[in-house]
Structures are given as structure tokens and as C-alpha cells.
């Protein structure tokens, strides 16, 4: 066997931030001997509040590091809005396959769905474009979508397990829950459209009605891409099974504190975070 038969494959994640860390968290698993290369783009964030022109140059430079930089042979854009607003332009600007976390959360919530009709919490930026409407609809599902913009801070204080936070998803689930009921919709399951929330499932699963399914949507893209990274491996030669699993983090910015927060993120220590300079 070569040498270069034997090297892992090097997967890229890309967010603008830590969320997609949980992502991350959930391909380790199922790719135990790849290297991954992750890239949070801290610098910049949030990209919630920016035009989608800037949101796609931003988001293709981050792929185009992971691809020209780290050799990734497969990227996995583990960051709602840049999926929701950018994954065309990152799909056109490398020659690597691309794979968002929108379209799996729908596929996943098609699955487990036997009402047709789904709910979706997320940030505001990833309600606004509406993505997951859109892409729970090509599953021929009937999606509600509610913003739920105080979660993302609770999550990155570290109150996920905190009774504040605990009310303040019963206040926003009663909320959707009583607009699909006016709506006359009858929600079987929930998507977690935010690659935060994986850190408030306990709690929501809490909160949801009796009966309902929660859809963890960084579990949903870690299964694709997994299937797809599978399917494509005959061209990447066999890999080493005595390999063990590489993590490289990268950060644009705050470094000291992509160490603290991505830790909580991925659930062990990030290591050395390298810092990077994309631009402006």
C-alpha cells in the first residue's frame, strides 16, 4: 500500500462561528479515520445580519481555504444561513462535493413525520429566507418556522441546562405550537434549524407536546454526509484502519475563546486553534 493510498481523506467544516462544531461532533462518529479540517469564521459573524452577496463572498472564502489550504475533498457546510443564502455560490467556487445542513433536516423530518406537517425553530436570518419551508415542501411537507433568537446567547453563556432558558423554550414552543393549531396544522415533529440547539435537546425535548419528534438536524447532515463520503471512497483509495481521528481548528478571530466555547461545542478538547486571515 502507498503512502498516499493510506492518508485520510480530509473533510472540511465550515461555519461562521462555533455552532457547527456540533456537526463536527456527530461525523466523528460515523467517520472515525477521517482528518477533519474546521474552520469557524469568527472574525465575521454574525452572518445573519448581512446581504446574501456578502454572506456568499464570505462563505466561499472560507471553502476555498478548506479546499486549496487543507486539501478537503469533501465540504460540509455545518452553518444554517451560508446553507439557506450561500451553498449555490460555494457549490459553483469549488470542485469538491458540497453538502448544507437544510436539505438532510428535511429529509430526516420526512422520515419521521406521518402528519406531513413539521415545525422549525431557528435563528431569525434562517426563518427570513425561509429555506427550510421551502426544502420541507420539496418533501411534500407542510413547515411552520418560528425565530427563537434568545437561545443562541443562552447556549454560547453555557446555560443549557438552566431554568431560564428552560421557560424561555416553553414560551417560544407554546407560541408555534398555538400558530400551527390556528393554522390548522397538525405538527408531528420539530426540526432544530440552528447547529446550536443540539445543546438544548434535553430541554426541548422537554417542552415539546407529548408524541413529538425532535430532528436534530447537525445528526441529519453528519448521516448524509457520511453516505455520501462513503460512496464516493473507492476514489480515494483504502484508509488506514488502524487510523485515528484528526481535528484541525482554524478560527479568524478569538482564538482564546473558540478554545473555550468549542470545546463545550464538540464535546472534547478543540486543541491548538490556528488563527487565519480571510480578508475583509
Not at 436539505?103 to 402528519?115: D, F, L, M, V, Y
Not at 434549524?193 to 426541548?204: A, D, E, F, S
Not at 484541525?248 to 478554545?259: I, L, N, R, Y
Request: proline share 5%; aromatic share 6%.
Amino acid at each position: 500500500m502507498t503512502e498516499a493510498s493510506s492518508a485520510p481523506p480530509t473533510i472540511g467544516v465550515f461555519d461562521s462561528g462555533f455552532g457547527g462544531l456540533t456537526v463536527l461532533a456527530a461525523l466523528i462518529p460515523k467517520l472515525p479515520r477521517a482528518r477533519f479540517a474546521f474552520i469557524g469564521d469568527t472574525a465575521r459573524l454574525p452572518y445573519g445580519s448581512k446581504s446574501r452577496r456578502t454572506i456568499a463572498r464570505y462563505a466561499v472564502e472560507s471553502a476555498q481555504f478548506l479546499v486549496r489550504e487543507q486539501g478537503a475533498e469533501f465540504l460540509v457546510i455545518a452553518c444554517n444561513t451560508a446553507s439557506a443564502l450561500a451553498l449555490d455560490a460555494i457549490q459553483d467556487a469549488v470542485s469538491v462535493p458540497v453538502l448544507g445542513v437544510i436539505e438532510p433536516g428535511a429529509t430526516a423530518a420526512r422520515a419521521a413525520s406521518k402528519s406531513g406537517d413539521v415545525l422549525v425553530i431557528a435563528t431569525d436570518a434562517t426563518v427570513q429566507s425561509h429555506a427550510y419551508k421551502a426544502a420541507c415542501a420539496a418533501q411534500n411537507l407542510r413547515a411552520l418556522e418560528k425565530a427563537c433568537p434568545l437561545l443562541v446567547p443562552l447556549v454560547e453563556e453555557g446555560w443549557t441546562n438552566h431554568h431560564v432558558t428552560q421557560e424561555i423554550i416553553r414560551i417560544y414552543l407554546d407560541e408555534l405550537t398555538n400558530d400551527a393549531a390556528a393554522d390548522g396544522l397538525k405538527p408531528d415533529s420539530l426540526v432544530l434549524g440552528c447547529t446550536h440547539y443540539p445543546l438544548l435537546r434535553p430541554l426541548i425535548e422537554q417542552a415539546v407536546p407529548a408524541g413529538m419528534r425532535v430532528i436534530d438536524s447537525a445528526e441529519s447532515t453528519a448521516e448524509a454526509a457520511a453516505r455520501l463520503f462513503n460512496g464516493r471512497a473507492k476514489s480515494h483509495g483504502p484508509i488506514d484502519e488502524n487510523g485515528s481521528t484528526e481535528i484541525h481548528c482554524f478560527a479568524t478571530d478569538s482564538v482564546e475563546k473558540f478554545e473555550i466555547l468549542g470545546s463545550r461545542f464538540l464535546s472534547r478538547p478543540v486543541g491548538n486553534v490556528q488563527l487565519v486571515d480571510l480578508g475583509g
